[in-house]
């Protein structure tokens, strides 16, 4: 092998290791019945499981733990705008301190800074977001909390938390026609990239699972 041709690396220390997830938009349900919608970006799927990473202190994890379900919504690529007007507010109030030194601000209705509107769920409290792609209703499993050193002071470290996904909502438009396949060459999720949104770009092809 020529040893000239293989790429050059160096030691880096950026300043947050999202790599590349898709944009959730999770929907709970506040104490007084409203909803709160919480964007987030760390999250993995296995089988019926979906698990998420969320910091510490948030409105969104207050009430996962209360009432123990949510909607994992996948944001669309034409959703980025409102997502980032979503991003720098919380659902929390007050503010916690270490969030309000870096600009949050507390926002009751996300719905209406979002753009988006609520669709009743089938089987969990909190609402779905309509324009989402696809829409997750699922139920608390298993929180695991951590801390972490090099986490903001006072947020609180983060949670690992497990949930069983109970009903999918797609969208007509992204499904395979008479199957129960999302078509990845329609749908586009919106991703969070070294904090960047980015769209998935052009599908390469599909692996031997696909006709499983």
Not at 111 to 122: C, D, I, N, V
């Amino acid at each position: 092998m020529d040893m000239q041709r293989l790429p050059t690396t160096r030691v880096i220390h950026p300043s947050i290791l999202y790599f590349g997830t898709p944009v959730l938009l999770i929907t709970t349900r506040n104490p007084d019945g409203t909803a709160n919608i919480t964007p987030m970006s760390s999250a993995w799927a296995l089988a019926d499981r979906i698990v998420i990473g969320l910091s510490g202190g948030g409105q969104g994890l207050a009430n996962l733990r209360r009432e123990g379900e949510c909607v994992l919504n996948f944001a669309g690529e034409h959703m980025h705008r409102g997502v980032e007007r979503m991003a720098p507010t919380t659902g929390r109030d007050p503010v916690p301190a270490w969030k309000a030194a870096i600009g949050y601000r507390h926002e009751a209705d996300k719905f209406t800074l979002g753009g988006w509107h609520a669709e009743p769920s089938l089987s969990v409290k909190p609402p779905r977001i309509a324009e989402c792609p696809l829409q997750m209703e699922a139920r608390l499993l298993l929180e695991i909390n951590r801390p972490l050193e090099a986490w903001r002071d006072a947020a609180g470290g983060y949670a690992i938390v497990e949930l069983e996904v109970l009903h999918v909502h797609a969208h007509d438009d992204v499904t395979v026609a008479g199957t129960q396949h999302v078509d990845p060459r329609r749908y586009r999720p919106l991703f969070y990239l070294f904090r960047h949104y980015v769209g998935c770009g052009t599908p390469f092809g599909r692996t031997f699972k696909a006709e499983v």
